[in-house]
Structures are given as C-alpha cells and as structure tokens.
C-alpha cells in the first residue's frame, strides 16, 4: 500500500493562490480530490505516473495544476484564483494498477490524511 503525506493546506482570501504537496511512498498514478461538509467527496485532478497525461474537473480546468517530481514521487497541485466553493478537505490519492490515473474514488487504493483548504470571501 502507498503511504501517502500531504502539505500547503490553509485559510486564504478569493482570488488568492495555494499550493498542495503530496508525498508518496512509491511511484503510482496520482490524483486530488476534495470532500466539502456535506457534500460528496469529488474528482478534483489526476496525473499518471509517468506524468504524461493530466486530467481536471470542469469547475478547476484554467485554474488548477497538478505536476509531479517523480526524482521525489511528490505531487502538486498548484491551485490559482481560489473562490469561496472551493473550500473543503483536499485529498491526495494513488492508484496503483498499471500507474494510471485515479478518476473516481473506487480506482483508489491509498488515501492522504487529508489538508483543509478554505477560501474566504
């Protein structure tokens, strides 16, 4: 199983930018996703373990990037003129079959501690 440490959570301002860190414990396809009080944990973004494919939700494509550093199998996601909507906990996530990326919560196999993030208005 991967062991998975995020970082960069925080209380910002709208319009304001954060950036999230994810250290993991071996190479996978990696991703983000978020989970607001009562919501559903969602899709936010996800890279494949070679780094060469990248996909994002509609609500983030523009604003949001996730990049890896796979010298440190660390995953960022670079996130840029915040709204209040996107408060919630972010969740770093690996799926570990074939390094390919984790687009709903079921391709999951390990799950970060989770870092909130929250936007004011």
């Known amino acids: 199983q991967v062991q998975l440490k995020e970082s960069g959570g925080g209380l910002v301002q709208a319009g304001d930018s954060l950036r999230l860190s994810c250290d993991a414990s071996q190479r996978a396809g990696m991703g983000w996703f978020r989970q607001a009080p009562g919501k559903e944990r969602e899709f936010v973004a996800a890279?494949?373990?070679?780094?060469?494919?990248?996909l994002y939700a509609t609500f983030v494509k523009g604003r949001f990037t996730i990049s890896r550093d796979n010298a440190k199998d660390t995953v960022y996601l670079q996130m840029n003129s915040l709204k209040p909507e996107d408060t919630a906990v972010y969740y770093c996530a690996a799926r570990l079959d074939g390094m390919r990326m984790p687009l709903y919560a079921t391709d999951v196999a390990s799950w970060g501690q989770g870092t909130q993030v929250t936007v004011s208005s």
């Open positions: 890279i494949s373990g070679n780094g060469d494919n990248k």
